[in-house]
């Protein structure tokens, strides 16, 4: 059989950098190849040039066993390749017919500049039939529609256009359970029609459950390929990282200092009566389902929202009603949307990283280069921040250098509390593990930090502490050494 796609020894550099260093990959019709690799591996580079946005310095692509080359984005869709990207690309105001037969629109007989409606919606439907989401009303504006609809319509309107190679860019990082499960369906509907799909995670389980095969990518290079039935998580993580698994969460003992944080009786509309406390040294953790108010707490603590509350901080009472008040304090806030409420995604990484310093470093009614230069140049090598220069543009990071970046912004404010609300979203395994050490580092210099996760793992292995949330109220507290699975998830239901 003839390959869906064949890529064979792809090259791409970028001045100071191998992005992709002669990498082969091949898709058989009917067959879902995930590949999978840390943030920087090489893997969006590999797709950008697949979906013709980059041009290889060397190498061939194949469809179908023809020879591809000097093709636009629109060319390639042309070919059959599609790419959905974690940002979708939708009209929001636009029905989800127009958007599934956008540029394809079936014209009035009379009138060949005007839309036939009733033709449009009909073949928009039947599409939505073939694909399992004619339970959606092509009439409906994509405004209406939920994250997971979304991605469904944009996976029709790739059908619609002769797919023959599908690529997943991190599917499922917006989607709820049930969401992600009507993906996978139509996972196995697409791959039971003979279409090729690339899906990239960085979730392995849904690799486990979606994939045929598994290629993986370290520091531009393939590092290694294997069937589902051979893959384990932990041969994954190996050759993602070349680390093992019991090196990914690198959190030791230490002696807590005082009590360095003591809240009580916050309460909004949706908090109900939080107490919790803090020590020097200390990493204290949130866990709760979904809209537990994991997130309001932190949030209300560093004055991002209401609430009625009692803070003191080094036993002394402080008010906090803004975020000012909280900087004021000593507390730095890390938001768990780091792209829209952690950083300037246009601006340099020096820039970002000095956000909160821009009045110290005024000189006259500029700035003083040599210091910002000099200062961001040490965060960068303290947190170990992999930029080609601090003049970098962020956007082009990394998740786990993004993250860092902000952690340098903040650090750089010199706190004695960091509140990291869901750090590790949307990061590799191995930028995980470079957070985790990070954070065990500002606990060693004396600081108390708070994480709130949704990820029960996250939090039993790096807290010291575990506060247990259900529908705005503490129910459960343990010690790292008393928590089970079993425990916190009794009490994160209520029970």
């Not at 060319?75 to 940002?87: H, K, R």
């Not at 609300?421 to 500002?442: C, H, M, S, W």
Request: net charge neutral; aromatic share 6%.
């Amino acid at each position: 059989m003839e390959a869906a796609l064949r890529m064979d020894q792809i090259y791409k550099a970028f001045p100071g950098v191998v992005a992709v260093n002669k990498v082969d990959i091949e898709v058989n019709p009917g067959e879902t190849v995930a590949l999978i690799g840390e943030n920087g591996a090489g893997k969006s580079t590999l797709i950008k040039i697949l979906s013709g946005a980059y041009k290889c310095d060397s190498g061939k692509i194949y469809i179908e066993g023809r020879e591809i080359s000097d093709y636009t984005p629109k060319q390639a869709i042309d070919l059959g390749i599609s790419v959905i990207y974690q940002e979708l690309n939708y009209l929001n105001y636009m029905t989800v017919a127009e958007n599934i037969l956008l540029n394809e629109f079936p014209r009035r007989k009379n009138a060949r500049f005007l839309i036939d409606k009733k033709a449009m919606f009909a073949r928009s439907l039947e599409i939505q039939r073939q694909v399992g989401i004619d339970y959606i009303d092509p009439a409906s504006p994509m405004s209406r529609l939920t994250v997971g609809e979304k991605q469904l319509v944009e996976i029709a309107k790739a059908y619609a256009r002769d797919l023959k190679v599908l690529v997943l860019d991190e599917p499922t990082s917006a989607l709820n359970d049930r969401e992600c499960e009507k993906l996978f369906q139509l996972m196995d509907r697409l791959r039971a029609e003979g279409k090729a799909i690339i899906y990239i995670s960085h979730k392995l389980d849904e690799v486990l459950r979606v994939a045929d095969r598994v290629v993986v990518m370290r520091d531009g290079k393939r590092v290694g390929s294997m069937p589902i039935a051979e893959a384990t998580k932990d041969e994954m993580i190996r050759l993602m990282v070349g680390r093992e698994i019991g090196e990914m969460y690198p959190i030791h003992s230490r002696e807590f200092g005082d009590t360095l944080l003591e809240v009580e009786g916050m309460s909004n509309g949706m908090l109900k009566n939080v107490s919790f406390r803090l020590r020097r040294s200390e990493i204290i953790g949130f866990f709760g389902l979904m809209g537990s108010g994991c997130d309001e707490i932190v949030r209300a603590l560093f004055g991002a929202m209401p609430a009625e509350k009692t803070v003191r901080v080094n036993g002394k009472p402080v008010g906090i009603r803004c975020t000012a008040d909280a900087m004021r304090q000593g507390m730095a806030y890390v938001p768990a949307e780091r792209k829209s409420e952690g950083l300037i995604l246009m601006h340099s990484v020096k820039r970002n990283a000095t956000l909160l310093r821009l009045r110290q470093l005024q000189k006259g009614i500029g700035f003083d280069k040599r210091a910002e230069e000099s200062l961001t140049g040490e965060w960068i090598d303290r947190l170990r921040i992999k930029t080609p220069s601090t003049e970098t543009v962020v956007e082009s990071l990394s998740g786990g250098n993004q993250q860092k970046v902000v952690l340098a912004k903040w650090m750089m404010n010199q706190p004695e509390i960091l509140i990291l609300n869901d750090p590790t979203r949307g990061i590799d395994v191995g930028a995980k593990a470079e957070i985790y050490q990070l954070i065990e580092n500002f606990c060693n210099q004396g600081l108390g930090v708070i994480i709130v996760s949704p990820e029960m793992a996250e939090v039993m292995s790096v807290a010291d502490r575990i506060y247990v949330v259900y529908q705005g109220a503490i129910t459960g507290e343990f010690t790292r050494e008393e928590a089970t699975q079993e425990l916190i998830m009794q009490k994160a239901i209520g029970e």
